[in-house]
C-alpha cells in the first residue's frame, strides 16, 4: 500500500462506521454506539435510568402534552411544565436527584465529542427521549444551556426515524436524514441553535427495543 492510501485507510473510523457532515458543524458517527456488546451494555443502562426515574409526557408552557416521553440521568435534568423549560436538579416526580449518568454512557459521549475535535466535553445532563409510534418532536431550538460553546450529543436507539435539520432561520425548510440504532451525531458550533425535529415515528419492531425509538442528548448546562 503507498502512503497515500494507507493514510486514507486510517481516516476510517472502523468497520461498519462512517463520518459525515450532516450540515457544517454536525458530525454523523453512523454506528458509533452499534457494537453488539457497546449496544446491549448501553441498553441496560437507560432502562436502569428508566427504573429509577420513570419516563413522563411533560407539559408544555402553552399547555400541551408532549408525545414523547422524557426522563434524565446525570446532575441536571430538563423539565417543562405550565412555568416554563428549565432545568433542574430534581426529579419533581419523586423530589430525588436524577439517577447518575452511567459511566457506558458518559464514557460515549466524552469518546464521541473528543472524536471530532471537542476534547473537553464533560455533559452535566442527559436528556432521554422515548418515541412510540406517531410520536414526533416539532421544530426548536435548543437554548436553555448556559455554555453554547459546548456542543450536544446525540445517540439514537431502536427504531429510525426522519430527523429534520434546519439553520437558524425558523422559515427555513429543513433537510431530512434517517436517524437509526447506534447512530451518534455531534452537534457543535454553527449547528448548536438550529432549528430541528423528529418526524412522526413510523411503527416497526426494533430487536432490542420493539415498537420504540430512544434518543439520549448529552448536554453542558452549566
Ligand atoms: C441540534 N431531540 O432532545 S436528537 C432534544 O431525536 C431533541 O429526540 C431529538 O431535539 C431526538 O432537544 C433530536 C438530535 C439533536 C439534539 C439536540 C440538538 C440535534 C440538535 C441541539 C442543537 C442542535
Ligand atoms: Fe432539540
Not at 434546519?166 to 449547528?191: Q, Y
Amino acid at each position: 500500500m503507498t502512503g497515500a492510501t494507507a493514510d486514507l485507510f486510517e481516516a476510517l473510523p472502523g468497520p461498519g462506521l462512517s463520518q459525515r457532515l450532516m450540515a457544517p458543524d454536525a458530525v454523523l458517527l453512523g454506528g458509533f454506539a452499534r457494537g453488539k456488546d457497546e449496544g446491549e451494555a448501553l441498553v441496560c443502562a437507560v432502562e436502569a435510568v428508566i427504573a429509577s426515574a420513570p419516563l413522563r409526557h411533560l407539559v408544555t408552557p402553552g399547555g400541551y402534552t408532549m408525545s414523547v416521553a422524557m426522563t434524565n440521568c446525570g446532575a441536571l435534568g430538563w423539565v417543562s411544565d405550565r412555568a416554563g423549560y428549565r432545568y433542574e436538579a430534581l426529579d419533581p416526580l419523586s423530589g430525588r436527584p436524577w439517577p447518575a449518568m452511567p459511566a457506558c454512557l458518559l464514557e460515549l459521549a466524552v469518546r464521541a465529542a473528543a472524536q471530532v475535535g471537542f476534547a473537553h466535553f464533560r455533559p452535566d445532563a442527559c436528556l432521554v427521549n422515548c418515541y412510540e409510534p406517531g410520536a414526533r418532536l416539532s421544530l426548536h431550538q435548543d437554548k436553555d444551556e448556559l455554555d453554547l460553546s459546548a456542543p450536544i450529543v446525540s445517540v439514537s436507539l431502536g427504531l429510525p426515524v426522519v430527523f429534520l435539520f434546519g439553520t437558524t432561520l425558523r422559515s427555513d425548510r429543513p433537510g431530512r436524514h434517517w436517524l437509526a440504532h447506534g447512530d451518534v451525531v455531534v452537534w457543535g458550533g454553527a449547528a448548536r441553535l438550529a432549528y430541528h425535529g423528529v418526524a412522526p415515528l413510523a411503527d416497526g419492531h426494533h430487536a432490542r427495543l420493539g415498537r420504540r425509538r430512544i434518543n439520549l442528548t448529552f448536554r453542558t448546562v452549566r
